[in-house]
């Protein structure tokens, strides 16, 4: 469903993708993981067309996406820290959006999980931060998308909201959606994800199914599965 394919970018000097090639097909939940400054936002930004690559293409259900915007209606992104008009309330920026989209389909579960719905009325710049990530959480799954880019999606969230987000991954992951998470809480990823792509200096290091990754670590907790990698190749 998204093909990355040859992918630079570079700012002045500094190389932030270094010809990245990565495939993610429908079904797919695929944890984009790294240290900081490893490109993941980068990568991100690219496929969402909020940055334009130095070099190289990314195809989106086989289009250019450089010769088009519409496919970004197929997709659901949560931001690391969603950023909102701080008069508007939970409901109008709810009402917002639907009205911007004009979509046919609205899904509106998490709203509700969340109980949001009885936040209505509440001011932006009121709420706290995990009510702020409800919210961006709600948005992202609304108009029932293809795609969802969830970055850092529980950070902030209480116990049982994150639970509550988790579940909702999974379901769509079964529903046959393609979803993309980026996580710093690997302990969070270990129900979630199907396969695990792994970014430094700007390149995937590794791309693994996590069946495999598992099989060839003997580690069953993603966290410990990595490390493992990461100290074989250190030692390479």
Known sequence: MIKVQQLSKQFGTIHALNQVQLTCEKGSCIALIG????????LIKCILGMVIPTKGNILFSGLDISKTFKYR???????????YPDHM???????????????DTIEEELMYLFKLNQLFDKKMRTLSGGTTQKVS????????????ILDEPTAGLDPLSAEILKEKIIKEKQN?????????????????????????DG?????????????????????????????EN???
């Open 89 to 103: 309330t939970i409901g109008q920026i709810i009402e917002m959006m639907k009205e911007i989209r004009q979509s």
């Open 234 to 236: 250190n030692n390479d």
């Open 176 to 200: 046959g959606k393609l979803i993309l998470i980026t996580s710093h809480m690997l302990s969070e990823l270990d129900d979630l994800i199907t396969q695990i792509v792994y970014m430094q």
């Open 203 to 231: 390149t995937i290091k590794f791309h693994k199914d996590i069946n495999v990754l598992r099989k060839e670590t003997g580690e069953e907790k993603i966290s410990k599965a990595i490390s493992y990698i990461l100290k």
């Open 35 to 42: 240290p900081n400054g490893c490109g993941k936002t980068t």
């Open 73 to 83: 209606e197929n997709i659901g992104y949560m931001p690391q820290i969603g950023r």
């Open 137 to 148: 959480a709600t948005l992202a799954f609304l108009f029932n998308p293809d795609v969802l």
